[in-house]
Each structure stands twice: as C-alpha cells, then as structure tokens.
C-alpha cells in the first residue's frame, strides 16, 4: 500500500495553505505564525497533512518546512514617461497701460522669455496677471457695453493664447490663465528657439480710460 502513500510535494503544501487561508486563517497567520525573520513554519506529516508552528516552536513530528510570507522580488519595470517640467519662467519688468483698438497694441516687456524647445516636446504657457481695472464710465463701447481688456500672448510673433478681463474698477486683481491655452507642439529635429511676448489692447472707445497691468508671471511646461 506504500505506493498510495501520498508524498510530500510543494504541491500539496501550498494547496493545504491555500485552503487554510480560504478558510480564514489567513489573518491568523499574518499575525501569529510569521516569525521576525518573514518566514512561516510548518510540519508536514507522512500523510501530506501540514501543521503550522509559531515562531519559536519546532515539529515534534514529521518533516519541517517554511516558505517566506513575501514572494521574491520581481524584475523592475520598465521607465515611466517623462512628466511635465518647466522649461522657462517669464516675468514682467514693470507696469504697462493697455491701449485702445485699433491702436498698436502695448508690448509689456518680459524677462527670462526665451528658451530652447526640444524635439518632440509639446510646450503650454500658464500664469497669471495683475490688473488695475478702469470703471466702467471710464471705459466703455459707446456707453453700453463695459470695456474689456485682451492679452494677446504669442510665440515667436504667432498668438497662442489670451488673456481678458472686463472693466469693472478693481483694483490689483489676480486675472490665472489663459483660460484656452494652446499646445506648442514639438518641433522637429534638433528643437528650436522659442521667444514668448504678451502686449496689451483695450475697447475703451468711450471715457478715456484703460487698463494697468502691473506685473506678467507666465511659465511653460514642457512635456517630453
């Protein structure tokens, strides 16, 4: 009958521990059979049957056996993409008064403006304004309409993105955005020269006034 006994296999004593575990005892031995060094400890019988032992304890019967409670290491992962930096952090050097369309809009001029984009680097510009906003009776379409300030931003001489705000007499108001900005979508090649420029106009075309940009904070983020 020796030929039917059943023989010790890492078959069997894992398909004991998994239905140990299905049972419920899985918490029981995270807590109570895992000794400090990470390994579980068992005995096996002459039967195939397993019996756990606590950390410290040792098989007074059959044949001793422990498996570490954490597999082995995997291999690493392959490199995740590349995020998103900033390539270039433009800021005004002082205030600009907006002017009245059609008139040449005002160029405000900007520091730290340029930069080199990389090939296949798509490139987006955020940041924010601040503004001293004329009244309404000071700037106005014909005494109907309040005026409104337009921030054109452009790159390399080609409009990317806007800036706006209505007037309303604020004062030193934070205007984010823009609120659509564009992708500057990777060059070929070995990349290019970017320049980012911002220049102001208004459509104050009743009341005289205009709107004062006090300071221009524009970032681009480069994503490769």
Request: proline share 5%.
């Amino acid at each position: 009958m020796d030929r039917f006994r059943p023989r010790l296999s890492y078959a069997n004593v894992m398909a004991t521990v998994a239905v140990f575990v299905a049972l419920g005892g899985g918490a029981l031995a995270a807590t109570s059979f895992v000794g400090s060094d990470g390994k579980i400890r068992g005995c096996v019988s002459k039967k195939g049957q397993l019996t756990l032992v606590k950390p410290g304890k040792h098989c007074k019967k059959g044949t001793p056996i422990a498996w570490n409670q954490k597999g082995a290491k995997g291999a690493k992962g392959a490199p995740g993409a590349n995020g998103t930096t900033i390539v270039a952090r433009a800021r005004s050097t002082g205030s600009v008064m907006s002017t009245t369309l059609p008139s040449p809009a005002a160029a405000d001029p900007l520091l730290g403006n340029s930069w080199q984009q990389a090939a296949r680097e798509a490139d987006q510009i955020i940041g924010q304004i601040k503004v001293d906003e004329p009244t309404m009776g000071n700037c106005n379409d014909g005494g109907i309409v309040a005026g409104s300030l337009i921030g054109e931003v452009d790159v390399n001489g080609t409009q990317v993105s806007t800036f706006s705000d209505i007037a309303s007499g604020q004062t030193n108001r934070t205007i984010a955005g823009p609120p659509f900005p564009n992708f500057i979508l990777g060059p070929g090649g070995l990349g290019v020269h970017d320049t980012v420029t911002i220049k102001f106009s208004d459509t104050c075309t009743s009341g005289g006034g205009h709107f004062t940009v006090h300071s221009v904070r524009l970032d681009v983020l480069g994503a490769r």
